[in-house]
């Protein structure tokens, strides 16, 4: 129980420190990149690209800013902040497109039958199936937390305060877990329940790390910038007060 407590105890300084907006965008990149990965852009035997991944690596970019200032075991506990509330919004898109309705679409088909086959398909996007969901929360807890301890070690041996520091280990970690994080789910839901054999999960796990890491690295400066100016302004400090008075 006093482990409990201390760890809400930590949970509690920490969402009051680490700056809202970022939280925000994190927890709405998880959501809205889970409602956009089935939509595909490209399909081939062995390479598959969904809008998803125009996404995804937002909430890595935010991992990484956190886990600079704030250290890998916060950055950790706001992804698992992230998965809780995508969870519960899959919940609620579920429970209310069991609900009798139409969606705008549906006035806008030619005939009835052309709306229902709409809505239906409406319905089933954002009424994930169970499998889908489970897949991408496993998915994302272990490549969060291999980013985000990964980059913590990379900063210990790399980062000496310039944006050269931070791209290296935003980088390198991001490559890393997001092909945990592609290859993860790819087993768990595309080979188990679509049929995907391993090459086809392996070949796109690599595929889908690459256009998520140039994302990341485009936008690496900006990521730069937002957690320097943590450091200069001491965001957060009293989080960080709170860590060593503890360690």
Request: glycine residues 6%; contains cysteine.
């Amino acid at each position: 129980m006093n482990t409990l407590k201390k760890e809400m105890e930590d949970y509690r300084i920490l969402l009051r420190n680490v700056p809202s907006m970022v939280v925000s965008v994190f927890i709405l990149s998880v959501v809205c990149m889970n409602l956009l990965a089935g939509r595909e852009l490209y399909r081939s035997d062995y390479f598959c690209i969904n809008t998803g991944l125009a996404l995804s690596w937002i909430s890595f970019l935010c991992m990484d800013c956190i886990c600079k200032r704030f250290g890998a075991k916060a950055s950790i506990k706001i992804s698992l902040l992230a998965i809780a509330v995508n969870i519960i919004s899959v919940i609620m898109f579920k429970l209310l497109v069991m609900t009798p309705g139409h969606w705008a679409a549906y006035y806008s088909a030619p005939d009835p039958m052309v709306g229902e086959y709409i809505n239906a398909g409406i319905d089933s996007t954002f009424g994930s199936a169970w499998y889908v969901v489970m897949g991408s929360a496993i998915a994302m807890l272990l490549s969060s937390t291999v980013n985000s301890l990964l980059n913590q070690l990379i900063g210990r041996l790399a980062d000496h305060g310039g944006y050269k520091g931070f791209a290296s280990r935003s980088l390198i970690s991001t490559c890393v877990a997001q092909w945990v994080d592609n290859f993860v789910f790819s087993a768990l839901v595309s080979h188990v329940f679509f049929g995907w054999n391993w090459t086809q999960v392996i070949i796109c796990s690599t595929t889908s790390m690459i256009i998520e890491l140039v994302f990341e690295a485009a936008f690496s400066p900006l990521g730069y910038r937002v957690s320097d100016s943590w450091t200069r302004n001491s965001v957060g400090q009293r989080y960080l007060d709170h860590i060593n008075a503890n360690a």
